[in-house]
Every structure is written in C-alpha cells, then in structure tokens.
C-alpha cells in the first residue's frame, strides 16, 4: 500500500493536469516526486527552496490573484516556522490555500525535535476559519485533498506515515459512528482508529471515527452521549486535550466528563520509533485499554 504522501504526490499530479487555477508551491520536501508535473507546468509548479516563510507568502499572494495554492512541506516547517505568514498572508488577507503537511506528530524520529510538530493543530487552533482535515488512510487522504482543492476556503490536510488497514466512509465532514454501545462515547481522530478499535474491543462504548476535525462535529457527540453516553474521550494523534474545548462546547448543556488523549507536552529526546513514540504516549492499543478503562471505571 502507498503512503498518504504518495497519494498526495500522485493525487496533486493528476490535479494540476485536470485544473489550471490550481499551483503548488514547495519547499525542497518532496520535489521530486513533481519532476513530471513541474515539467508540464513549470508556471504553476513552484519551488521557493528551503524559505518555508516565502512558502506561505508566495501562496498568499498566488490566492489574490484568483488561484488555488497548495503549498507543502513537513508539518513543523509548514504552520509552526511561517506562523506569521499563515496569520497574515492567508487569514489577515482573507484569501483561501490548501496546506499539505507530512511529517505529523513524530514520523520521522531520526530527524530530531525539530522535524517533529505535535502542536499543530492547536496553533491552527487560535485563528479563524480553517478546516482541518486528519485521513487515516491513503484512501481517505486522496478523497480529502480532492475535495480542498476544488473549494475556496482555508484548509490543512494533515498526512502521516501512520495508517489504519482499511479507510473509512467519509460521511460529509462529520464523524463516523464505527461501533455502538452505551458506556461512553471515544472518539478516534485519524490514524488513531485501529488503536481505539483494538483498546476497546469488548467494551459498551461508542466508537466515533474523525477525519475532519475543525469544524468540530459536535452534533454527532451530542447524539452519541445523549443515547446515555455521559463520558467522552477523544484520542488525538497529535497533542493531548487540542479538541477538549470543542467537545465541551458542544456538551454543554449535557452532564458529562471529557478526557483528551493524545501526545503529551514532554519531550521525548530518545528519538526512537513511531512505535516507541506511540507506546510512550500511551497511544497503543495497550496504553489506550488502560486509559481509557480507568477514566470510564471498566
């Protein structure tokens, strides 16, 4: 099976040939698998070199003039490093882009701290107005990308080199009811649902699969935990709690408990394995039984 960053290079390709509003712009990651589409379209396939601010602002300003930008790169050199640019070049201008990171949480251990971005998501967090998508197949991730290119917003597509063995229905930008039961409500944002379908097995609880993220489907929970689930937890790939408020928010009116699970703020200087990083964070089926056992009393 290919990676969710095969399928955005091969994806993006056959965009580029099928939309010309559409450009990409890179920044040195993953230039080569556009070698073909850069000679089919060098004026809309744009390489700023290692200038990951430039990134964002040549995209910004590719946007005002009527274009969809793309733009690529890991994910702690596409939101973290140009953070001003993402403020201002997109958001503060009012125009829409498609950010398309790699990398995730911690998918290149080797790389070091500074390849690693836990926190992106909850940065995208504090402004206005971006959807945030988290496929956790290759499948899914295709689909997703698919349908941010074809729209005018704000949108990051967050890839990772984790992946669930089979996707998943996309059920309009809401969550995915996968298992029902009556104990508690988890849900299972992206690459984390294998884990949380394995941690729960033999478990009353409701299992709610997340590929789209921001907007929060609050709507779906609040069903789920009104069927007599008054506990949520929310297993995110990335730093832990990022989507309590949202779950809050949307049970507000409903007694309940929230829990986030996801990668804990301490940082790991072992660098290791995906798997190593996923045991540590409690993120494997075991660690997530355990969790997820003590909060719902089971």
Known sequence: MDTMRDRFISTTTRLLDEDPRLALVLAEISRDGFDAAQRRHPDRVINVGIREQLLIGAGGGIALTGMRPIMHTFASFLVERPFEQVKLDLGHQGVGGVLVSAGASYDWPAGGFTHMSPGDVALLDTLEGWTVHVPGHPDEAEALLRKAAAGDDRVYVRLSNQSNTQPRPLPGGGFLTVREGRGGVVIAVGPMLDNVLAATEGLDVTVLYATTVRPFDGATLR???RQGAADAVIVEPYLAGTSTAS??????????????????????????????????HGLDAAGLRARLASFLGR
Not at 251 to 257: C, D, G, K, N, T
Not at 259 to 272: D, F, I, K, M, N
């Open 247 to 280: 779950a809050t928010e949307a049970l507000a009116e409903v007694p309940h408990r929230v829990l986030g699970l996801g990668v804990s703020r301490h940082e790991l200087r072992r660098y290791g394995t995906i798997e190593e990083h996923l045991t540590a």
């Open 223 to 225: 069903s789920a935990v």
